[in-house]
């Protein structure tokens, strides 16, 4: 599985920007879908995850209600679109799989076999 995601750049406080990531190689039906940020000096932080399957959907409390993660209907193509950016919001984005991923651990960086190589999201103030 190859993951590639894009979408990063540079924005103000309270701007919107929507992240995608290309999923390609091997497909897969279930397990879970994540983003991932770390900015510098930080751990890598769960944003939010979707069950590539049935798609329900979870968050990171720092993010609910301001970005919301979707894929397309043919599972290759997974979004994050995130509104009312903060600059706290300021790190490198990660999508990532886990195709045997379960429900439980749809947080855990740990849980996901495939990452993409990240796109930098910048927001000033």
């Known amino acids: 599985v190859q993951l590639q995601a894009s979408g990063g750049g540079l924005v103000q406080a309270g701007d919107s920007l929507r992240l995608s990531c290309a999923v390609s190689?091997?497909?897969?039906?279930?397990?879970?879908m994540g983003w991932f940020r770390q900015a510098p000096g930080e751990e890598r932080e769960f944003v939010a995850a979707?069950?590539?399957?049935?798609?329900?959907?979870a968050y990171g409390d720092s993010v609910k209600g301001r970005f919301t993660i979707s894929r397309d209907n043919a599972k290759t193509t997974l979004y994050l679109q995130m509104n009312s950016l903060k600059p706290e919001d300021t790190a490198v984005y990660y999508c990532?799989?886990?195709?045997?991923?379960?429900?439980?651990?749809?947080?855990?960086?740990?849980?996901?076999?495939?990452w993409g190589q990240g796109t930098l999201v910048t927001v000033s103030s």
């Open positions: 990532a799989a886990a195709p045997r991923g379960i429900y439980s651990s749809q947080g855990v960086p740990s849980s996901y076999d495939y």
């Open positions: 190689g091997r497909t897969f039906s279930g397990g879970n």
């Open positions: 979707i069950r590539w399957s049935g798609g329900s959907t």
